[in-house]
């Protein structure tokens, strides 16, 4: 039981440049979340899902995409990187209707140059 | 939008000394979670308060939820090295949130030996 999981720990990019940010989760659940987290400011939620095939806007989508096709999967695109995008990425997930504990990822450090 | 405003951002203490940190908003939350964080990690949840004036304690931390749901406190009774971190308040809105968090800003704990 692996938890979450998230590909890649660490990247750089140049500006205009995309990516994909993987999370997965083996705890079946059903909601998952992506944040950011810069320093002095908490985390902040970019996107999240519901379910499989659903995705919705959190606090700060602009410049972001993603995507649910499977359960156990949340990806994470940018599809042309700006400097202001250089943060830590965490995705999170939580079992519907419990307690609403988040679990968390350990964390994409992201660099845009 | 649901803010909340987590204070002091940086704390430095001696081992043996107590400490609060305080975490408020202006609206009501249906409940508040604190994580904590270690470098390098995603966040780990420590405690969820639910009701109006209810007191939680796990081991020398001690939390606490308002009366009218707007704010929490964390207290550490004589901190340790080991507490060192960042601690992480989070709202959840009531009616049909999806389990989305509000955070704040984070409190980076030090304690030296």
């Known amino acids: 039981n692996a938890g979450v999981t998230q590909t890649p720990k660490f990247r750089v990019l140049k500006t205009g440049q995309s990516m994909t940010l993987l999370c997965a989760q083996d705890?079946?659940?059903?909601?998952m979340y992506w944040y950011r987290q810069d320093p002095g400011m908490g985390l902040r939620l970019i996107h999240y899902?519901?379910?499989?095939?659903?995705?919705a806007k959190g606090e700060v989508p602009d410049g972001y995409n993603v995507s649910r096709l499977k359960k156990q999967n949340f990806l994470l695109g940018l599809e042309s990187a700006a400097p202001s995008q250089t943060s830590v990425y965490f995705c999170?997930?939580?079992?519907?209707?419990?307690?609403?504990?988040?679990?968390f990822g350990p964390g994409t450090r992201l660099t845009v140059l | 939008t649901q803010l909340l405003e987590q204070s002091p951002q940086f704390l430095s203490i001696q081992e043996g000394e107590n400490l609060t940190v305080y975490c408020n908003s202006s609206?009501?939350?249906?409940?508040l979670q604190w994580y904590r964080q270690e470098p390098g990690e995603g966040p780990v949840l420590l405690v969820t308060?639910?009701?109006?004036?209810e007191v939680k304690k796990l081991k020398r931390l001690t939390f606490q939820f308002g009366d009218a749901r707007k704010d929490s406190s964390l207290h550490i009774t004589a901190a340790q090295p080991g507490d060192t971190g960042l601690y992480l308040c989070?709202?959840?809105?009531?009616?049909?949130?999806?389990?989305?968090?509000?955070f704040g800003q984070g409190t980076i704990l030090t304690v030296h030996p």
């Open positions: 999170a997930s939580t079992l519907r209707g419990v307690s609403n504990e988040q679990f």
């Open positions: 705890m079946n659940h059903e909601y």
């Open positions: 899902s519901v379910g499989e095939g659903t995705t």
């Open positions: 609206s009501v939350f249906s409940s």
């Open positions: 308060v639910v009701t109006g004036g």
């Open positions: 989070a709202g959840i809105a009531g009616g049909t949130s999806y389990g989305k968090l509000t």
